[in-house]
């Protein structure tokens, strides 16, 4: 079934600097977002690992060079909406701050979003939550600067940030406003060098998944097909390297390429629905503390491999048939060398078939860990599965289908 004509509203495209030293630039732009008076430049970071790499103290230095003095704030885990109250209430009582600097990955960017935008605003987060809140926010938000480390969420080019907590009665939800899109983004391949491999693995899988998910999505504007077509480009050609060391390339470039195509992958969220992988994620991370890439790493290739499997029985969504198709040929022609690829030239049936087999030796060669790692197990599934949504998936996926996907991973 041909996708019918929608009308396309991108907003504004954060300022953007995309290359390996572009945190050179956080001086200069930070200063231009000061204004007159004597408020600080809050920095949201991890616990630990810029610190450790030796790059937090130069982003400190750069950020106090502007004379602004600067508070500090550390996410150690994925951000809730507590977390958010409290940084917001330890800055009340001294001069309001005029800019939010994000550096590190998903969790953090979230966290410094949810921040920027909770400053400006009364009553607690948990309020302004979707799916559990009951006030929706002005869009009244600090303008914030992303730096992403991990290359994985997108979050820097995305209008939500996800809070949650993990538990019985626990949730994931968003705080969203298309206010709330990062002002500017420092894209620097560099501050990824030194990640550990399992977490290179799972943001690159996390960004591929939001790719792909968005590139099939039935209600994604057409005029982000070639971005998204390019952000797979850049993920299939440099994932390898980063996270399994298959490749050729030298890491730093792999690692810039990545920096791009997770960022393309936020512009992909903001802009469409996500699909099946992202429907296990939410509820699997409300209910067990598991990251969210490992969940994507993890359930990609069994979902994608039920989803061709029901396109290609159906028959009836030819553009989505045919977006699978082409998405297995930029699979192919980005390969590194000595990767297996599908016959010259492929039939659409091939190269569908290649991208989901290909995708299933990626997530053995990256070696996620099984879930059950985490603590779900088949209670946990049942008590999931109706929380579980494809929606937007191009599949329809029935639940038994489902249930045997997450079992299949466990």
């Given at each position: 079934m041909d996708r019918p004509a929608l009308t396309t509203d991108l907003g504004y495209i954060p300022r953007l600097a995309h290359a390996p030293g572009a945190r050179s630039l956080l001086r200069g732009w930070a200063a231009g977002f000061r204004?007159?008076?004597?408020?600080?430049?809050?920095?949201?970071?991890?616990?630990?690992?810029?610190?450790?790499?030796?790059?937090?103290?130069?982003?400190?230095?750069?950020?106090?060079?502007?004379?602004?003095?600067?508070?500090?704030?550390?996410?150690?885990?994925?951000?809730?909406?507590?977390?958010?109250?409290?940084?917001?209430?330890?800055?009340?009582?001294?001069?309001?701050?005029?800019?939010?600097?994000?550096?590190?990955?998903?969790?953090?960017?979230?966290?410094?979003?949810?921040?920027?935008?909770?400053?400006?605003?009364?009553?607690?987060?948990?309020?302004?939550?979707?799916?559990?809140?009951?006030?929706?926010?002005?869009?009244?938000?600090?303008?914030?600067?992303?730096?992403?480390?991990?290359?994985?969420?997108?979050?820097?080019?995305?209008?939500?940030?996800?809070?949650?907590?993990?538990?019985?009665?626990?949730?994931?939800?968003?705080?969203?406003?298309?206010?709330?899109?990062?002002?500017?983004?420092?894209?620097?391949?560099?501050?990824?060098?030194?990640?550990?491999?399992?977490?290179?693995?799972?943001?690159?899988?996390?960004?591929?998944?939001?790719?792909?998910?968005?590139?099939?999505?039935?209600?994604?504007?057409?005029?982000?097909?070639?971005?998204?077509?390019?952000?797979?480009?850049?993920?299939?050609?440099?994932?390898?390297?980063?996270?399994?060391?298959?490749?050729?390339?030298?890491?730093?470039?792999?690692?810039?390429?990545?920096?791009?195509?997770a960022f393309l992958s936020g512009a992909g969220l903001a802009h469409s629905n996500l699909g099946t992988v992202h429907g296990f994620a939410g509820p699997l991370g409300a209910r067990v503390s598991v990251p969210h890439g490992v969940v994507c790493g993890t359930l990609l290739a069994p979902c994608l491999r039920e989803s061709v499997a029901w396109l290609e029985a159906d028959g009836c969504d030819a553009a989505s048939l045919r977006k699978l198709a082409c998405a297995g040929r930029i699979f192919a022609g980005a390969a590194p060398p000595g990767m297996r690829k599908p016959p010259e030239p492929a039939k659409d049936g091939e190269s569908r078939r290649y991208l989901v087999e290909t995708l299933a030796d990626w997530t053995e060669r990256m070696e996620f860990p099984p879930l059950r790692r985490y603590g779900v197990d088949e209670a946990i599934v049942d008590e999931l599965l109706p929380r579980i949504s494809n929606r937007n998936n191009p599949a329809d996926l029935p639940p038994d289908t489902l249930r045997a996907v997450l079992r299949e991973r466990l």
């Open positions: 204004r007159s008076g004597s408020g600080p430049v809050v920095f949201v970071t991890g616990s630990d690992s810029l610190r450790r790499r030796g790059f937090e103290g130069p982003l400190l230095d750069a950020l106090r060079a502007t004379g602004a003095p600067v508070e500090v704030f550390r996410v150690a885990a994925e951000p809730s909406d507590e977390w958010v109250d409290a940084a917001r209430e330890s800055l009340r009582g001294g001069p309001a701050p005029f800019l939010v600097v994000a550096a590190g990955g998903g969790s953090v960017l979230d966290a410094g979003k949810a921040l920027a935008a909770m400053v400006t605003e009364d009553g607690p987060t948990l309020a302004f939550l979707e799916g559990v809140g009951h006030l929706a926010p002005s869009g009244s938000c600090l303008p914030w600067i992303a730096l992403p480390t991990t290359a994985g969420t997108g979050s820097e080019a995305t209008h939500n940030a996800v809070l949650g907590r993990a538990g019985k009665n626990g949730f994931k939800k968003s705080l969203r406003h298309p206010a709330f899109k990062a002002r500017a983004v420092i894209l620097d391949g560099e501050l990824a060098v030194g990640c550990p491999r399992l977490t290179s693995a799972a943001c690159g899988m996390d960004a591929l998944t939001q790719l792909l998910e968005s590139y099939l999505s039935p209600v994604s504007p057409p005029l982000l097909d070639r971005w998204l077509e390019w952000g797979l480009e850049l993920a299939f050609r440099s994932l390898p390297t980063v996270a399994a060391g298959t490749g050729v390339r030298p890491e730093i470039e792999c690692r810039h390429d990545l920096a791009m195509a």
